[in-house]
């Protein structure tokens, strides 16, 4: 079995042709036998190996039977072993973009940009790509319009057309959403706000709650003054205490 | 390196007032005004004049052209950046993998070929060295 594993690295190669030994691969025929001991003769190898050059391992090797063997690769070298993130010190960049949600509009990437931005760009052919793909034809400098040119700017007066009047709407801001997003996580039971009777209803029971407790009180002292065990003033000091 | 995009983003911005001011006074436009819409017209050239200053120092900024398919679909080009970020961190996970899988795939080739073929691999050994992954 040894024998077989060092003609097919080592011996074959030796004896067949150029061409075959150069690629690793000998042909299918099998080799003359060799004497165990016998090491594989490097003089026969270094002609058919000088094509390879430099990829191959040194000459010192060459009297192993892995004389095919390239260098293995540096150790240093950066691969996707390491995590690249942290490597080019990303770490901020993805926590901040990829921790929270990125809202999707353009809108709220340019919040003080008026107009309608978030339709798309090639409907009304203001699209970036466009630009780049056609862009305009113009002189290298801008130079100011002088009074002759200006004279192309006397505009009419009155309002504009209304399909012009597009270009200084603002898309609605959602304040409201804003406000539901800060009072979600404080009420614990959402339901409750949008129905208007509530809150009239826990009105009245506090309304209601005063004269039942003034009653209760009424009955309390009416039954104090009869019951033998009356507390007097010394039961009512941790009340005032407690007020202080 | 944030000051000339600092020195960008004020131009920009003092730009695009200005073209606002330029469509409040042409949406509703009065005779009385032309003199401000002719001095508004020259400032928005002077405008441009500052904004093609600033190229000079942005020389070596390269912007990646798939950002301009997010703003011109009015999306917000952050979602570029995530997405990106996303799509390295998935695939140096893959990588890694098989990486890891090559690594795992040579120790048990080397520790099975050492019991099949102990003197060649011995060999082998001494020839890359003890160089088996844990």
Not at chain 1, 42 to 65: C, I, Y
Not at chain 1, 153 to 160: D, E, K, S, Y
Not at chain 2, 75 to 88: D, G, S
Not at chain 2, 103 to 124: D, G, Q, R, T, W
């Amino acid at each position: 079995m040894t024998e077989m594993f060092s003609t097919l690295f080592g011996q074959n190669e030796a004896q067949g042709p150029p061409g075959s030994s150069s690629l690793g691969f000998g042909p299918g025929k099998p080799p003359p036998p060799m004497p165990q001991n016998q090491v594989p003769m490097a003089g026969q190898m270094t002609p058919q190996l000088g094509d390879d050059g430099p990829t191959l391992r040194k000459t010192g090797a060459m009297n192993e039977p892995f004389y095919l063997l390239r260098e293995l690769p540096v150790g240093n070298e950066l691969t996707g072993n390491t995590n690249l993130i942290t490597h080019y010190n990303l770490e901020h960049a993805y926590n901040k973009f990829c921790g929270k949600k990125v809202k999707e509009k353009l809108s709220n990437f340019l919040p003080e940009l008026p107009g309608m931005i978030d339709s798309p760009g090639t409907q009304d052919g203001s699209s970036l790509r466009s630009l780049i793909d056609k862009p305009p034809v113009c002189g290298n400098s801008f130079s100011p319009l002088t009074g002759t040119m200006l004279t192309g700017f006397r505009l009419h007066t009155g309002p504009l057309p209304e399909q012009y009047r597009l270009m200084h709407i603002q898309p609605p801001k959602k304040k409201s959403k804003h406000k539901h997003k800060h009072h979600r996580p404080q009420d614990p039971l959402p339901q409750e706000t949008p129905s208007d009777t509530d809150p009239k209803k826990k009105k009245k029971k506090r309304d209601d709650d005063p004269d039942r407790k003034k009653k209760k009180k009424d009955k309390k002292k009416k039954k104090n003054r009869h019951s033998p065990d009356h507390p007097g003033l010394a039961g009512s000091q941790p009340n005032s205490n407690s007020l202080r | 390196m944030a000051e000339k995009f600092d020195n960008l983003e004020e131009h920009l911005e003092k730009f695009v007032e200005n073209i606002r001011q330029l469509g409040i006074i042409v949406s509703d436009f009065q005779p009385s005004s032309q003199a401000v819409l002719n001095q508004k017209l020259n400032f928005m050239i002077s405008g441009l004049q500052d904004i093609e200053k600033c190229r000079q120092q942005l020389h070596e900024i390269n912007v990646p052209l798939e950002v301009f398919d997010y703003i011109d679909q009015g999306r917000n080009p952050q979602l570029y950046t995530k997405e990106c970020l996303e799509r390295a961190l998935a695939r140096n996970e893959q990588v890694k993998g098989k990486i890891d899988t090559m690594m795992k795939f040579k120790s048990l080739l080397i520790s099975e070929l050492s019991k099949v073929f102990p003197e060649e691999m011995a060999k082998y050994k001494a020839i890359h060295g003890e160089d088996a992954p844990p």
